[in-house]
């Protein structure tokens, strides 16, 4: 059985300003962009510079299981295959795309809340 590397630590780091920041997402959109700049975040410090993530590498999909969307280069990547394959980085990700896929269902359910705010504003 090969051992399995837990990147939970980053994943605690990242976690207060996420839920934080998912909590005031006015709508569906904040909870996307929300997201993928928390894993955006939550990679750059698991991989340190070994690997180059943009903006456009992540994306919630709310419809559709695991909830998320990584980039085709990853799976190319040799660095990232492994780390992929021997961690819990596949869990911390869906732990994540839950977290927002829940608070976007939310505002999607009510988006009359939303368009009020966004006047109000």
Do not use: C
């Given at each position: ?7 939970s630590k ?9 839920r ?20 955006k ?12 993530f ?17 980039s085709k ?33 939310h ?15």
């Amino acid at each position: 059985m090969s051992k399995q590397i837990s990147f939970s630590k980053y994943e605690q780091k990242v976690l207060p300003n996420f839920r934080q920041k998912i909590s005031q997402a006015e709508s569906t959109e904040d909870v996307k962009k929300f997201f993928v700049y928390t894993v955006k975040e939550l990679l750059e410090s698991i991989f340190a510079g070994k690997i180059d993530f943009k903006y456009e590498d992540i994306e919630l999909i709310p419809g559709k299981e695991p909830h998320y969307l990584l980039s085709k280069q990853f799976a190319f990547s040799d660095e990232f295959k492994s780390v992929w394959k021997d961690s819990d980085l596949p869990r911390l990700l869906s732990r994540l795309a839950e977290t927002a896929v829940h608070r976007y269902k939310h505002l999607k359910k009510r988006p009359e809340k939303t368009e009020s705010k966004i006047r109000m504003k």
